[in-house]
């Protein structure tokens, strides 16, 4: 268990409002990721941070900003919620090369 | 460009058949890990494995790099529902690189 809490676990929300969805892990682990994962698409990578302020983009950016102000937090903003972010988000760090996936948050947007 | 190419994508199967899943490259890892997905939860690690020709034994589940790193296997013996998830190959780069790569996934039914 590395200690990876994610939040809200289900969100439903309306297209055009901003969702932030919160990462927070216990391990101070340097690497933190935001993936979304939908059928067909497996995990993609929307942004990954590699330490407090230290963040880059990931193939699927658009639409998403990330903040990383303490170790143990990684929120993803959705600026303006479209339904085609409708997915499933996890977050995940990173520890000598293994990777670790909170539990998922479920996000519809209508 | 998918660096790591599952395959197959989707298997289903009775309860007691043996199933294999690949994961290849044409790129040689340091090593390669193993994650199982089952609905409603996050990718668990199951296994990493490190060195060429490795094999490595979970209960019925076997795993196997091959000789030049490019390559590894998933071999269930005797599949039972409980086996039914998705799974995954990754690698988690060097010591200093950020980014993890997964392959696609294989999506496995394994019925009554």
């Known amino acids: 268990d590395a200690g990876i809490t994610q939040s809200p676990r289900h969100k439903v929300t309306e297209t055009g409002t901003p969702v932030t969805l919160r990462c927070h892990q216990t391990?101070?682990?340097?690497?933190m990721y935001w993936y979304r994962q939908d059928p067909g698409h497996g995990l993609r990578l929307i942004h990954y941070?590699?330490?407090?302020?230290?963040?880059d983009k990931g193939e699927v950016s658009d639409g998403y900003s990330v903040s990383r102000s303490k170790t143990e937090d990684f929120l993803l903003t959705l600026e303006s919620a479209t339904s085609s972010q409708t997915s499933v988000y996890f977050c995940?760090?990173?520890?000598?090369?293994?990777?670790?996936f909170g539990q998922g948050t479920r996000l519809t947007v209508v | 460009t998918q660096l790591l190419e599952q395959s197959p994508q989707f298997l289903s199967i009775q309860e007691g058949e043996n199933l294999t899943v690949y994961c290849n490259s044409s790129?040689?890892?340091?090593?390669l890990q193993w994650y199982r997905q089952e609905p409603g939860e996050g990718p668990v690690l199951l296994v990493t494995?490190?060195?060429?020709?490795e094999v490595k034994k979970l209960k019925r589940l076997t795993f196997q790099f091959g000789d030049a790193r490019k390559d590894s296997s998933l071999h269930i013996t005797a599949a039972q529902p409980g086996d039914t998830g998705l799974y995954l190959c990754?690698?988690?780069?060097?010591?200093?690189?950020?980014?993890?790569?997964f392959g696609q996934g294989t999506i496995l039914t394994v019925h009554p």
């Open positions: 995940a760090i990173r520890a000598t090369g293994e990777a670790f």
């Open positions: 391990e101070n682990h340097r690497y």
């Open positions: 941070s590699y330490g407090v302020k230290d963040t």
């Open positions: 790129s040689v890892f340091s090593s």
């Open positions: 494995v490190v060195t060429g020709g």
């Open positions: 990754g690698w988690g780069g060097g010591t200093s690189y950020g980014k993890l790569t």
